[in-house]
């Protein structure tokens, strides 16, 4: 099936989960709510099974400068990053 073509499905879900949608979004809007909170789901699954995959991809071998924490690396590029700033505005 392609494009947003729909289908109507039957979902057995229980009612004390049904009430509380019905609550926030009304009866009229528990559809839209469910498809919402399942893409949302999906593509959380999604970044779990990439994070997962990606998982050892950086180094210390290959990335030295990580080796203490990513913290310090951000704060050493952000004082290398001031001390070029202050050499400048002060040159002027």
Do not use: C, Y
């Not at 528990?30 to 180094?59: H, I, P, T, Y």
């Amino acid at each position: 099936m392609k494009g947003n073509a729909k289908l109507r499905t039957h979902v057995v879900m229980p009612s004390e989960l049904i009430d509380q949608i019905d609550r926030l979004v009304g009866k009229r809007k528990r559809s839209e709510f469910l498809v919402e909170a399942a893409k949302l789901e999906l593509m959380r699954q999604d970044q779990r099974a990439a994070l997962r995959e990606a998982a050892g991809a950086w180094n210390d071998e290959d990335h030295p400068e990580l080796r203490d924490g990513v913290e310090q690396w951000v704060r050493k590029l952000r004082d290398e990053a001031e001390d070029r700033f202050r050499r400048v505005t002060d040159s002027e």
